[in-house]
């Protein structure tokens, strides 16, 4: 039986039994998205999608009295809140509807703030909780931002916050695992954000030139056999370029087997290949935990995939990889799913949704994770009515799980009646994998989690080196950040 089928199928034959009890991206507005779905559904194979809709919030019946609910975003994000009216898209609509139904069941008044950018929402939040004000009952907030806000007391423990259960499928099982520090959690991730998914790492394939060399057939059982890893996707990359213009030198009017955005769009390669870089000790605590000889192969294949392969274009901007890929002059291009909503609208070629590759075939899983711009969630610690919080963000969360992922599904296939259900699986794989390391989204920035873009943003090969130099103020910085975490928690 192939690998990845059976881990989707225990996945879903646990919805089912649940059910019986359930940094920088691509300019997004989600609103706008796919207008042409008018009047089209969100489609999907009834097992699955009735699988979700069975999964019970466990809820209780509440009427909070028309009570406001206010609720902050930063603006790079604030389509995941604000839907003022179903506009035909199906993403926007799904939202829309998210947000009528938690109202009218909870006889709550939803108040969605665009709070602007991600450094005025931080103002506001400490303002706010400063001068001891309930002016937010939740916040999402870009997650670097948000992780020093955590660090700062100004956000509730999730795990004292009544009704809200973190271990339901609409929260990052990955987010409880890495990102508390003695079992205490300030900020979470999960469906609640349809952005966290929209910015989730994959991996794209131009099914056409895949037809050209015979991998377009076979792509999708290459990878649920367990056997698309990175030396199986380098060998598809290799000597791959095509002189198209006929001028000896390789331009962006070429073909070539990947268009790569060298910064941001490598660091999934850490955590695809199966690492992180911050584990927890016996007591909790995150500790640094690089392997440092798998992550100097790493940093090899990872360069000898972008700058050796004569197979690949390469820049650090944020345009040149996805206007060869909509061109159809890659075979792959590594990017968000993003992408495939808002900026494959007009490409001539089929395309395929494929995981960050894994770094063997014995690594059982495919791992990948939301660009440092996604949003994390949090309940400011000034918040007045905690049983309303957990109640209201609970449901929030649970209906963007049941109608919001699937119409971020079916927008990103541009699926349309009959779905590709092999295709849906992939992209639940790729959804189900997403990481969230402690030491990337405490990392400020330039720190531990952002060590292959740094590397390869400066065409650089040598990591034991680089870690070398790096090492004791990386410990430094964690010991920090865990003081400053526990002090929070106290």
Same mark, same amino acid.
């Given at each position: 039986m192939k690998i990845m089928s059976r881990i989707t199928a225990l996945l879903f034959a646990g919805l089912l039994l649940a059910s019986c009890s359930d940094t920088a991206a691509p300019t997004a507005d989600t609103n706008n998205a796919d207008d042409t779905a008018a009047t089209e559904a969100v489609t999907e194979p009834a097992d699955m999608l009735e699988a979700r809709k069975q999964i019970s919030d466990d809820l209780p019946e509440k009427d909070f009295g028309g009570a406001d609910f206010p609720i902050v975003t930063y603006n790079y994000t604030h389509t995941d809140y604000i839907a003022e009216q179903e506009t035909g898209a199906l993403i926007n609509d799904a939202i829309f509807r998210r947000n009528s139904r938690v109202s009218e069941r909870f006889h709550v008044n939803l108040i969605l703030e665009d709070g602007g950018n991600e450094g005025e929402v931080t103002t506001k939040i400490q303002n706010a909780v400063r001068a001891g004000d309930d002016t937010y009952q939740l916040v999402s907030q870009h997650m670097?931002?948000?992780?020093?806000? &955590?660090?700062?007391?100004?956000?509730?423990?999730?795990? +004292?916050?009544?009704?809200?259960?973190?271990?339901?499928?609409?929260? $990052?099982?990955?987010?409880?695992? +890495?990102?508390?520090?003695? $079992?205490?959690?300030?900020?979470?991730?999960?469906?609640?954000?349809?952005?966290?998914?929209?910015?989730?790492?994959?991996?794209?394939? $131009?099914?056409?030139?895949?037809?050209?060399?015979?991998? +377009? &057939? +076979?792509?999708?059982?290459?990878?649920?056999d367990g056997k698309w890893t990175i030396d199986y996707y380098s060998s598809l990359v290799k000597d791959s370029w095509v002189d198209l213009n006929g001028n000896s030198t390789q331009d962006d009017q070429d073909q070539y087997g990947l268009a790569a955005q060298v910064t941001s769009y490598v660091t999934p390669f850490i955590y695809s290949f199966g690492e992180t870089t911050v584990s927890r000790d016996a007591n909790g605590i995150p500790v640094l935990s690089i392997n440092e000889e798998k992550a100097a192969d790493m940093v090899s294949k990872v360069y000898s995939l972008i700058y050796e392969s004569n197979g690949t274009i390469t820049t650090d901007g944020w345009s040149l990889h996805q206007d060869v890929f909509t061109a159809g002059r890659a075979l792959f291009m590594n990017g968000v799913f993003l992408h495939a909503i808002e900026r494959f609208n007009n490409m001539e070629d089929d395309y395929a949704i494929l995981p960050y590759p894994k770094w063997d075939e014995a690594q059982t899983e495919y791992l990948t994770m939301s660009d440092g711009a996604s949003p994390l969630v949090s309940i400011p610690t000034t918040c007045a009515d905690i049983e309303r919080a957990g109640i209201v963000i609970e449901a929030l969360a649970a209906e963007s799980y049941k109608s919001v992922i699937p119409a971020i599904y079916d927008t990103a296939l541009k699926v349309r009646g009959v779905r590709d259900e092999t295709s849906m699986q992939i992209i639940d794989i790729i959804e189900r994998g997403n990481v969230i390391d402690f030491g990337y989204v405490f990392g400020d920035m330039n720190k531990l989690g952002f060590y292959m873009s740094i590397l390869m943003g400066t065409k650089t090969n040598n990591f034991a080196s680089y870690y070398e130099k790096q090492k004791k103020s990386w410990e430094k910085h964690l010991t920090t950040i865990i003081d400053s975490y526990l002090e929070s928690a106290n």
């Open positions: 670097i931002q948000s992780a020093k806000l &955590a660090m700062q007391n100004y956000f509730m423990d999730w795990y +004292t916050v009544d009704h809200v259960n973190l271990e339901k499928p609409w929260w $990052n099982q990955h987010c409880t695992e +890495t990102l508390s520090i003695d $079992n205490k959690i300030f900020t979470m991730a999960g469906s609640i954000s349809p952005s966290f998914m929209t910015h989730t790492y994959c991996v794209y394939l $131009n099914k056409r030139l895949g037809n050209d060399i015979d991998v +377009t &057939a +076979t792509i999708y059982d290459t990878v649920l």
